[in-house]
């Protein structure tokens, strides 16, 4: 069974905010590119592993386990009685090769070894196991989710530790046919109790060079005429209501400016003052946590992201009417 949700990746949130508010560099580009792949591929793992079935283990998806001084990333962490599977996901296509430590694609060397990164996470919960009142066995395998991947490599000690899409099935039916008792609840409860947040996202986005306002979330239009409870997208059509528009804000508030505090003054800033103040405080009260320091006060937002957010509207009285744009 999934413990936990997969959550759009915080470097892949921020990615997503600043891109609608200002226009990337290349390096920005290619970054989110690559953060867009990644999490793609662990979400077709995910399904995968639901089509094939996980009753008989728990799994843990994209976490950070802070062992020692050190936290470590975790795509898939699946636990049996037996063992505990650290499952790291690649999204990589076309043809790969692989010698003592290096990667090469096309010819051309590749900066990060996938598998001295599944050793380190392999060892940092073989050291969790020696720490704790609970033993257990540590097995690692990557995962190489696309169909258009390719290996090749001499060294014949690797290919344990590869499974690629056309074998990940019986794989995960192999991990499937286990037993998960009360020492897998016992695992999972240690792994649970060593989690942290990411530790290692310090983006904070120039407020100069961000677009300011509210716009459209099909066609990313910044072209909304104001009605009385909704903005109405001149670019598409789109209708969304006030409150989608401000959680919409509110959790591109979160992720450029990550870790800041929020104000009401900032997220007006943030929106050109497109919301009253009186609207502004309604929302705030219901969204936010509010976090009283001295004579002013801080808020923090209640949820994930906007998407996690906007779940909790469903019902309202106001509905958004969403024009598809192609």
Known sequence: MFINYREIPVELLY??????????????????????????????????????????????????????????????????????????????????????????????????????????????????????????????ALIFINDDFRLTSENDGIWDKVIVRSHLRSYLHSLNNSQKGDKAKKIANIINNNKVNNIYFNEK???????????????????????????????????????????????????LFYNQPITKKSILYLINNQLTKSTLARFMNAHCNIEKRGRSSTHTFKYYDFNDALKTTAGRRYKNTIVKFE
């Open 15 to 140: 990615y997503n905010a600043l891109s609608a508010r200002s226009e990337l560099s290349r390096n920005e580009k290619y970054q989110m590119k690559i953060l867009k792949k990644g999490f793609e591929g662990e979400c077709l793992y995910d399904k995968i592993f639901e089509e094939t079935g996980h009753s008989n283990v728990y799994i843990f998806r994209d976490v950070y386990l802070k062992v020692g001084n050190t936290v470590t990333q975790y795509d898939s962490i699946v636990i049996t009685d037996n063992k505990v599977t650290v499952n790291e996901i690649k999204n990589f296509h076309g043809d790969y090769h692989y010698t003592k430590d290096d990667w090469y694609r096309n010819g051309t060397s590749l900066e990060d070894d996938a598998f001295a990164q599944l050793r380190r996470a392999k060892g940092k919960l073989m050291k969790l196991s020696k720490n704790s009142s609970v033993k257990f066995e540590v097995d690692a």
């Open 205 to 255: 986005a120039d407020i100069n060079r961000l677009r300011l306002g509210i716009y459209c979330g099909e066609c990313k239009s910044f072209k909304q005429v104001k009605r009385r409870f909704h903005f109405t997208c001149s670019n598409c059509g789109t209708t969304e209501t006030n409150e989608t528009h401000f959680l919409r804000a509110l959790s591109d508030h979160k992720f």
